[in-house]
């Protein structure tokens, strides 16, 4: 009796062993969607935090998107939800990341990150971003996402011929992410063109605006955030493209 039951506790560890090995670690999941309005939240992007949250993922190894950014392409079972739990405090502001797979299952959730600072944005932010710490020793690289299409809004027939190239390449992701000299940027989509911010660790926001495309007339023009005006413009990659001559800036679309 005692050798049985000393061999079924070793077959019983074993499986445990085998069966924590045999799931999926978080590289195997193609992309990440992230919710555009935590629980928690009153309306979609408060405090740009979703947003936030996005740029966070795709800087530590996955492909996030927000539901409506997702390609068409890909299997719904390659991919995780993510949600976030938390809750603004008198004394301490906490929020933890949920990643759940296609079937409502979690897969995994961070511990909470915190923080004591009393204006809630900031709050978010700093909780946000120690949520995130343990991801950097994972060193997550999820599988390249393939063959993403994005869909074009077609001008009106009568303004085809002298419609802008630079404009019919606008990007239709409400979020679309640039890089330029080594740092990362964010353009938001509005109801009249974009908003570009920049992460900017220590600042206020963490996201720090660098200015507004404004389309009208099948114009665009780049404001930045000393009122400066600039010539702007989109190529046939996406890439951004802002001023003139040696004061011209490239930003490179991340896919």
């Known amino acids: 009796m005692k050798i049985n039951s000393i061999l079924l506790l070793v ?16 590289s195997d999941y ?3 969607v992230i919710s555009e309005q935590f629980e928690f939240q009153n309306e979609k992007d408060k405090y740009q935090l979703n947003s936030l949250t996005k740029f966070l993922f795709n800087k530590f190894g996955f492909h996030a998107f927000f539901n409506a950014e997702v390609p068409t392409n890909v299997k719904r079972c390659d991919g995780l939800w993510v949600e976030a739990e938390g ?16 079937n409502g299952n979690e897969v995994y959730r961070t511990k909470f990150g915190k923080s004591k600072i009393k204006d809630y944005k900031k709050a978010y932010y700093e909780s946000m971003r120690e949520a995130f710490d343990e991801f950097i020793s994972m060193d997550i690289h999820q599988k390249e996402v393939k063959n993403k299409t994005l869909q074009l809004e077609v001008p009106q ?6 419609y802008p190239q630079a404009i019919a390449n606008l990007p239709k992701s409400s979020y679309t992410s640039y890089t330029f000299s080594n740092k990362r940027f964010l353009l938001r989509k509005t109801a009249t063109g974009y908003i ?6 220590g600042t206020n926001s963490d996201l720090l605006l660098k200015g507004k495309i404004t389309i009208k007339d099948a114009k665009m023009i780049f404001e930045d955030s000393q009122k400066k005006k600039l010539k ?6 996406y890439n951004l493209t802002i001023g003139e001559g040696e ?3 490239n930003f490179q679309y991340q896919d």
């Not at 405090?89 to 990341?97: E, R």
């Not at 027939?157 to 002298?162: F, G, R, V």
């Not at 702007?232 to 990659?237: A, I, L, Q």
């Open 232 to 237: 702007v413009e989109f190529d046939e990659f």
């Open 247 to 249: 004061d011209k800036v």
């Open 87 to 102: 809750a603004p405090g008198f004394i301490i502001t906490k929020i933890q990341l949920i990643l759940s797979d296609c």
């Open 157 to 162: 027939k009568n303004n085809l011929a002298t």
């Open 30 to 32: 193609t992309y990440v």
């Open 196 to 201: 570009l911010y920049q992460e900017e660790i």
């Open 11 to 26: 077959f019983f560890c074993l499986g445990i062993s085998f069966s924590s090995f045999s799931q999926k670690s978080l």
